[in-house]
């Protein structure tokens, strides 16, 4: 259980395009769900955190204007990246926190495999 | 501020064991988590830690002390196949995890 796909899981692009990935929770529910950025050899770094009904707070530094995230639903977050640069390759990685009721294990995070975007 | 450390890199020969150590500062503290990333690939989750003491799964065990804002992970049994790096992150008062920067552990046999 606790599955969360990524799609697409390569993109390649031109500078200036639009480019959406989508994190889905395959078979749990989550309201919260996190995008994360990792350039080479480095750590990972939060870039938002997705609520489902309402909007994203992003971290400092993070753009939310060249970041636009939408939680549609309660198994569905998109990181849209508008305009984007090449300094915006990057590999994207998605979390679902799992929605477990009271006094189930809480606040696991299960992490997407990632989409690696190249822009050119 | 809120801080994660861990060793940069480790070394350590197949069918040996090995000690990851972090050390953590946060503001509240909710638990700690080892995950696993290979390269190019997304973290897999290992162990979650919220009480003192040891936690056993298998060849990979997971200790946490409060107190020192202290956590190992121990690998037993090395297998090529654990050559990855293994993130610590501590989630604070806000349920916002605090990664580490990543140990990368090289196995060699």
């Known amino acids: 259980g606790a599955v969360v796909s990524q799609h697409p899981s390569w993109v390649i692009c031109k500078s200036g395009t639009s480019v959406k990935i989508e994190c889905r929770s395959l078979?749990?529910?989550?309201?919260?769900m996190f995008w994360y950025r990792q350039f080479p050899k480095q750590s990972l770094m939060l870039m938002a955190t997705s609520n489902e009904g309402s909007k994203a707070t992003y971290e400092q530094g993070v753009e939310k204007d060249k970041f636009l995230i939408n939680h549609a639903s309660l198994t569905l977050s998109t990181l849209t990246v508008t305009s984007a640069h090449p300094e915006d390759s990057s590999f994207y990685i998605c979390?679902?926190?799992?929605?477990?009721?009271?006094?189930?294990?809480?606040?696991?995070?299960?992490f997407g495999p990632g989409t690696r975007l190249l822009v050119l | 501020g809120q801080n994660i450390d861990q060793p940069t890199e480790m070394t350590a020969t197949e069918g040996a064991i090995v000690q990851i150590n972090c050390t953590y500062q946060t503001s509240g503290f909710n638990g700690l988590f080892w995950y696993q990333q290979h390269a190019g690939e997304a973290p897999t989750f290992l162990s979650y830690?919220?009480l003192d003491g040891l936690e056993e799964k298998g060849r990979f065990s997971s200790f946490l002390s409060r107190s020192k804002g202290y956590s190992y992970l121990l690998l037993k049994e090395l297998q090529m196949k654990d050559s990855a790096s293994y993130l610590c992150?501590?989630?604070?008062?806000?349920?916002?995890?605090?990664w580490g920067a990543g140990t990368k552990l090289i196995i060699k046999p």
């Open positions: 979390s679902a926190r799992v929605d477990y009721p009271s006094g189930g294990p809480q606040e696991t995070q299960y």
């Open positions: 830690n919220v």
């Open positions: 992150a501590a989630l604070d008062s806000n349920y916002q995890l605090i």
């Open positions: 078979d749990f529910q989550a309201t919260t």
